[in-house]
């Protein structure tokens, strides 16, 4: 079995501070979910860069980054992307929306099978486009009264 290989869809722009931090957030995603032997390339989809059809299949899997973007615009790279998920759904391509990311996927393709409020905590469990169930978790920053 070969390596495995990932692309991280970059929905924003980095800011400074991160740049200087980490390289940017394909730095961030790299670090937090990359293990050795991978490959993980960056497409900055709202610069309208993304991945050619031919080389979609050679990827594992896909990470959605954030945005400060509506999730929900009809701004033309955010219908691309829309689309290019459509295809990794049809190809049974692993992804994992973060923040921006998580919004898109959830209001295009996934279906909410359970969802409970607890305390700060909001607990869910999704199912992906093809069967492969995720569990999520948020995390306010402020207190809930």
Known sequence: ?????????????????????YGGYFG????????????????KVAKEEFPEDNEIGEYDGFV???SCSDAH??????????ALLKKLDAMKKKV???CFGHQV???????????SVSLKYIYGQLSLFSGVN????????????
């Open 64 to 66: 959605i980054t954030g």
């Open 73 to 82: 615009g009809n701004d033309l790279w955010i219908s691309k992307l829309v």
């Open 1 to 21: 079995m070969g390596s495995k290989k990932f692309a991280v869809l970059h929905c924003a722009d980095d800011s400074d501070y991160v740049k200087k931090l």
């Open 28 to 43: 961030i995603f790299v670090r937090m979910l990359g293990e050795e032997g991978e490959t993980w390339d960056v497409y």
């Open 134 to 145: 995720v569990i999520y978790l948020y995390v306010w920053q402020w207190p809930l009264t």
């Open 96 to 98: 994992l929306g973060i």
């Open 105 to 115: 996927l959830s209001s295009h393709h996934f279906h909410f099978i359970q969802f």
